[in-house]
């Protein structure tokens, strides 16, 4: 046991020290970014960090969730402190969306003025940014943890929109087109845009305790009626702490009078739902002679 729970400990800490040096190298160019995006006076270096601020505050949350994750649960808090994860995402996703509009304010202005980036500065930026960018997905591609694997996906992801800046800057190094550099920043502002406003909506989604997935929700439900002394299921509620951690409630109608059965039918519900991994679940069984102490007309 003392086994476990050091191999255990030490894994955390992997994780976290992964998770601290992409921190401090993203945290860092993206300061880079700002000021080289406002030398070399291209707007497209401006969408770009703004883009890795996201990534950076991400990645600050990622690190706060690592450690709170690990704290156990208090008479406030008793689920845990996973969905405090929301609000980090919440303020990501504001901050982000407040950047782009910005940039994308800034490029159209700059669509009507004669205005050339210096070439130069721009190369070199992106090529430290594929390099940054590279060197950080390497760091977390041992990493195991589901927010180091959407990091890493992210930083690949960023190391392209870093390559395409660099052929936009090889090609200003050659032709003095003065719409490129708007023209790119608005292309990436808005394809982050689309991505923020997604994360933004299941964000909200999840605060709303909408059910995190339909399909996952009526695989859950028909194992429960696949129960055979289950007659009916009312009061079913799915919903998630985090986008990955879901809580699973019911109250289960049976078809038999004999609650000698409870045990038999607990013992079957933990058989049926194990395959689907739920973080939290609590259900309620019922008598056929029994009615629900629910007055459900008073529930939404």
């Excluded at 799915?238 to 019911?250: I, N, P, Q, R, T």
């Excluded at 049926?272 to 259900?283: C, M, P, Y």
Aim: charged share 20%.
């Amino acid at each position: 046991m003392a086994e476990h729970h050091h191999h255990h400990h030490d894994f955390h800490d992997r994780s976290e020290g992964r998770l601290i040096a992409v921190f401090t190298l993203n945290a860092l160019f993206t300061l880079i970014e700002f000021v080289g995006g406002y030398l070399t006076q291209s707007t497209a270096i401006m969408a770009d960090a703004i883009h890795d601020l996201g990534d950076t505050l991400a990645i600050a949350s990622a690190l706060v969730l690592n450690r709170l994750g690990h704290k156990h649960s208090n008479t406030t808090y008793t689920y845990g402190f996973r969905r405090l994860s929301l609000f980090g995402a919440l303020l990501n996703a504001l901050l982000l969306v407040f950047g782009c509009v910005w940039i994308l304010a800034e490029a159209v202005q700059r669509l009507d003025q004669d205005i050339l980036p210096n070439a130069q500065g721009m190369m070199w930026l992106a090529i430290l940014g594929v390099f940054v960018n590279g060197a950080a997905a390497l760091r977390l591609r041992d990493g195991h943890t589901l927010n180091e694997r959407v990091l890493n996906w992210h930083l690949v992801e960023d190391m392209l929109g870093w390559i395409v800046v660099l052929i936009a800057a090889i090609a200003l190094h050659f032709v003095a087109w003065t719409w490129l550099d708007p023209a790119l920043s608005i292309a990436l502002s808005l394809f982050i845009l689309v991505n923020v406003v997604r994360s933004l909506k299941e964000t909200l989604r999840l605060f709303a305790q909408a059910t995190p997935d339909q399909g996952l929700s009526r695989n859950i439900e028909a194992a429960l009626a696949s129960i055979d002394e289950v007659e009916s299921i009312h009061q079913y509620h799915l919903w998630s702490l985090d986008g990955e951690k879901h809580v699973a409630s019911a109250h289960l109608k049976l078809n038999t009078n004999d609650p000698r059965c409870h045990p038999f039918v607990k013992q079957r519900i933990d058989e049926l739902l194990f395959r689907f991994n739920l973080h939290h679940t609590t259900f309620e069984l019922e008598l056929a002679n029994e009615r629900c102490r629910m007055n459900t007309k008073d529930l939404i």
